[in-house]
Structures are given as C-alpha cells and as structure tokens.
C-alpha cells in the first residue's frame, strides 16, 4: 500500500515571493506521482506529473517538482508565486503497473495562501 | 475534447434517503474512477469501473455501490444516506496509456 504526506497544511507567502510545498511518500513498489490543484467549489486539476524518466518535471504554469527516490520525496516548488495561486494543492501517489489503474493515495493537502 | 461532466453539482438530500450521481468519461477513456472528499477525512477511493466492470474497490460500506455502462459512462448509488456522506463526490477519468487520472467538478452532496 501507499502512503502520502504532506509537512505543511497551510503555507503562506508573499507574492513574487518562492514557495516549496512538500511531499512524502511512501510505498513498497514503483510508483506514479502527481500533484493537483484545486480552486474553491471546484474538482482537481492535474498540476504535474511524473511516471517515468527526467525526475524533474515542470507545469505550464512555472510549477515544478522533482522525484527524489531516495528521499522519497516530490516536492513541488514555484521562484515566484501570483495572487492566482492561491489554491489547495494534493500530493497523489499510485503503484506504477506495465497496464490499468491504480487508485490514487492522495495527502491531507496543503492550502497556500499568497499574500498581495 | 470535453472534460469529465458530472451531475447533478449540488444536490441536498434528508437521512435515510437514496442519491445516484452521475459521471461522463472524456471521450476514448474506458477507466473511471470515484472519490469522496471531506474536510476530515480528505481524498478517499471509492471504486473504479472498466468495461463495465468494477476492477478496484476501496474501504466503503455496502452503501455506496456503482455501475457503468457500455458508453464508459458510470453512476455511484448511496443508499440511506447517513449526516457523514456530506462531501464532494469526484469522478476522474484515464486510459491505460496514460496513467493519468483526469477529475470532473464533482458533485456536493448534502445530507440533512
């Protein structure tokens, strides 16, 4: 089985400010890693992901987060927030299988809080 | 392509009733998955259909069932509905090939 978990459950910082929001996990197998946003009344939207290869991806959006296996860690990071930020992000964590699903693990979440 | 649709997106609902949500996949994905999210208990896997049939099931009561149909779409019962089924509901969609699970807006379900 797999676990996730999130240090902080608030994080606020100054805009244009840098922010980490960080991630562990843990598992006995492979694993796929995710984060995901969530804006109020609405669902998840996939921020990043890594399944395979580089171990530092990037968003469209200047979010990035690299894959440290073997601090079992995801931790994403941004050099300069926007009030447009402001959202609650999920560290998610599934079994990597050569086919189907795996159901996502997802932390408790971090809201981050940027401040004008 | 069109996201993940759910309905209704609010809905309230006394103890003891019943309640079906509805979920329609992104087009070409067969894989759709239920979650319920709450302020304490968080992000928790309900189940996951493929092909119309439940492949994985997480640790929920009999009460909450599902199905799915030939078209991917899927739909999630609760039955006798308790105070603490108050919670977004979330369906997300994927493929095989991208391991990547896609969520709808969800639907908050509200148990009075």
């Known amino acids: 089985a797999q676990s996730v978990t999130q240090l902080d459950s608030q994080v606020p910082v100054f805009e244009e400010a840098p922010v980490e929001l960080r991630c562990n996990y843990s598992s006995s197998v492979s694993v796929y890693l995710f984060w995901y946003v969530q804006y109020p009344n609405q669902g998840l939207q996939l921020l990043l992901k890594y399944l395979s290869g580089s171990t530092l991806v990037e968003s469209i959006n200047g979010f990035e987060a690299e894959f440290n296996k073997s601090q079992t860690s995801f931790h994403l990071r941004k050099p300069s927030v926007h009030i447009s930020d402001t959202a609650e992000y999920f560290c998610a964590v599934s079994a990597a299988r050569n086919s189907g699903n795996t159901p996502l693990v997802f932390g408790k979440g971090t809201r981050l809080s940027v401040i004008a | 392509k069109a996201g993940v649709t759910q309905t209704p997106r609010y809905l309230i609902k006394t103890r003891g009733q019943q309640v079906t949500l509805s979920c329609s996949p992104i087009?070409?994905?067969?894989?759709v998955s239920w979650y319920q999210q709450t302020p304490g208990q968080g992000l928790q896997f309900l189940f996951e259909y493929f092909s119309e049939t439940q492949r994985n099931k997480g640790n929920f009561p009999g009460r909450f069932s599902g199905r799915q149909f030939s078209n991917s779409r899927s739909e999630m019962n609760v039955s006798t509905l308790e105070l603490g089924d108050s919670a977004l509901y979330l369906c997300?969609?994927?493929?095989?090939?991208?391991?990547?699970?896609?969520f709808g807006p969800g639907t908050r379900l509200t148990v009075l």
């Open positions: 997300a969609s994927t493929t095989t090939r991208t391991d990547t699970q896609y």
């Open positions: 087009s070409g994905h067969r894989s």
